[in-house]
Nanobody
Framework: QVQLVESGGGLAQAGDSLRLSCVAS????????MAWFRQAPGKGREFVAG????????YYADSVKGRFTISRDSGKNTIDLQMNNLQPEDTAIYYC????????????????WGLGTQVTVSS
């Protein structure tokens, strides 16, 4: 089991950029899938972006494609999310999560979650 700790959230204006980081304690295997989810007030948790740990193949939700970039550093056990051209609809708590079973966008298939970091974007 790993523990996940997110950082890098904060306040931004529309058009700004933020970079989120997630540090994982414990071993992440090449077959695992690491992802960022977000949950806006009054809404369900949704998949934002994910990356296969071994191949680094990336996956994105349509709403963030072209604006967000996920990356990982296997030496540091970190998963970053670069968010550019932020919009008010990106306001949410952002969570890092691990899926031992591979790529999946379904919340219930994820094994471990961080506590989240708040991102607030004003217009």
């Amino acid at each position: 089991q790993v523990q996940l700790v997110e950082s890098g959230g904060g306040l931004a204006q529309a058009g700004d950029s933020l970079r989120l980081s997630c540090v994982a304690s414990g071993r992440i295997y090449s077959s695992h899938f690491m992802a960022w989810f977000r949950q806006a007030p009054g809404k369900g948790r949704e998949f934002v972006a994910g990356i296969r740990w071994g191949t680094t193949k990336e996956y994105y939700a349509d709403s963030v494609k072209g604006r967000f970039t996920i990356s990982r550093d296997s030496g540091k056990n970190t998963i970053d999310l670069q968010m550019n051209n932020l919009q008010p609809e990106d306001t949410a708590i952002y969570y890092c999560a691990r899926n031992r079973g591979g790529y999946d966008t379904t919340v219930t298939t994820y094994n471990e979650w961080g506590l989240g970091t708040q991102v607030t974007v004003s217009s």
